[in-house]
C-alpha cells in the first residue's frame, strides 16, 4: 500500500502580540496510507487545525515537510490542492452565491463538466436537506445548514485525501449518518484517504484504521485502537464521582495494592486504573465511607478511546 501523505518533521511557529515565539506544532512526522481513514485527536487549541492548514497549503510551514503522493506541496501547491477536499472549521463558503451555485462552481473548478456538476449538486443537496434552499444565498443560512453545505462541498469532486475538521460539529445524529455514508462509500469504492479530527470519540472508535493522539504541539501516540489499548495502565477503569475531591485523595487511593493509578479527570471525577477492578472497588467504596466522603457516583467499565484520550493528554498523571 503507498503512502498518500508524508509529514516530515513539521512545525509552525508564530510571533505573539508581545514578541514571543509560540510554537504550535512541534517536529511532528507521520504519513497515512491510500486507502485509510486516520484520526488525529487531540485537545482544543492543541494545533490539530494549525497542522491541517499546513497539509492543506493554507498555511505556510516553518519548517519540515509534506508530501502529498509523493511531491512536494511547497514545490507546487496547486498539483496538491487538484487532489484534496477540505472541510474547515470555520465558515469559507461563497456567500455572494446560492448553496447549488457553490457546489457547481467547485465542481467544475475541479474538472467536472457542467451537466455532471449540476447533477451531483441536487444529489448532495437533496442529501443534506438543502434543497429547497437550492437558489437562496449561503450568507443567509444557519450555522448547521453551512455545516451541511461545507460537507457537500468537499465530497463533490470525490478527492483523493479528504480532510474532515470537526465535521460533525453543529449536526443532528440524522446528518452525521448522511455524512459517514457518503465518506465511507468514498472509502470503500474510490480508495479515498480520509484525515479526520473530531471530539465525536465513537466516531474514530468505529471507522479508524490508525489514530494519533495529539497534545501541546507533538504526537503523543499513534497506532490502531487496539495498540493504543495497550498504553493505557488497565484494561477496565474506575470512575469515582464525589461531590468534590480533597486535596490528596488521588495520591491515597493510588496506594492501595489493588490500584495501579489514579488521575484526577476534573474537579468532581477520579480516573481509577485497577490491577483487580472488583477488589479495588470494594477498597474504594470502604475507604470513601470510612472517611465520610459523599459519593455521587461510581462506575466500571472496558477502556474506551475516550479513556486512551484522557490518559495521554493529561499532564497530571496523579502523585
Known amino acids: ?16 502580540a508581545n514578541g514571543d515565539i509560540h510554537t504550535a506544532v512541534n517536529d511532528i512526522s507521520f504519513y497515512l496510507e491510500e486507502g485509510e481513514i486516520f484520526s488525529f485527536l487531540g485537545p482544543n487549541g492543541a494545533g490539530k487545525s494549525t497542522t491541517i492548514n499546513m497539509i492543506t497549503t493554507q498555511l505556510s510551514i516553518t519548517s519540515g515537510e509534506i508530501l502529498i503522493d509523493g511531491e512536494s506541496i511547497v514545490n507546487n501547491p496547486i498539483a496538491a490542492r487538484q487532489k484534496i477536499g477540505v472541510v474547515a472549521q470555520h465558515n469559507n463558503l461563497d456567500r455572494g452565491l446560492s448553496a447549488f451555485e457553490n457546489l457547481v462552481y467547485h465542481g467544475k473548478y475541479f474538472g467536472m463538466t457542467q451537466s455532471a456538476a449540476e447533477s451531483k449538486a441536487h444529489e448532495l443537496l437533496r442529501d443534506f436537506g438543502l434543497a429547497d434552499w ?59 484517504t480520509v484525515f479526520l479530527t473530531t471530539h465525536y470519540m465513537e ?30 495502565p488497565s484494561e477496565s477503569i474506575i470512575y469515582v464521582t464525589l461531590d468534590k475531591i480533597p486535596l490528596g485523595l488521588e495520591f491515597r487511593l493510588s496506594k492501595f495494592q489493588t490500584i495501579k493509578n489514579v488521575v484526577k479527570k476534573d474537579e468532581k471525577t477520579l480516573t481509577v486504573y485497577p490491577h483487580d477492578s472488583k477488589k479495588a472497588l470494594n477498597e474504594i467504596l470502604s475507604y470513601l465511607d470510612d472517611s465520610q466522603l459523599k459519593l455521587e457516583n461510581i462506575q466500571l467499565s472496558h477502556t474506551t478511546l475516550d479513556d486512551i484520550f484522557i490518559h495521554l493528554t493529561t499532564e497530571n498523571k496523579g502523585a
Not at 2 to 16: A, D, G, P, R, T
Not at 147 to 176: C, N, S, V
Not at 204 to 232: C, W
Open 1 to 16: 500500500m503507498s503512502k498518500i501523505l508524508e509529514v516530515k518533521n513539521l512545525v509552525k511557529k508564530f510571533v505573539k
Open 134 to 192: 437550492k437558489d437562496d444565498y449561503v450568507k443567509s443560512f444557519s450555522g448547521g445548514m453551512a455545516q451541511r453545505l461545507k460537507i457537500a462541498r468537499a465530497i463533490m469532486h470525490e478527492p483523493k485525501l479528504l480532510f474532515l475538521d470537526e465535521p460533525t460539529t453543529g449536526l443532528d445524529p440524522a446528518y452525521r449518518k448522511i455524512l459517514w455514508q457518503h465518506v465511507l462509500r468514498l472509502n470503500k469504492e474510490n480508495n479515498t
Open 203 to 232: 466516531e474514530p472508535e468505529r471507522f479508524s484504521d490508525r489514530i494519533a493522539v495529539y497534545n501541546t504541539g507533538e504526537i503523543k501516540a499513534i497506532g490502531t485502537l487496539a495498540e493504543l489499548r495497550k498504553l493505557v
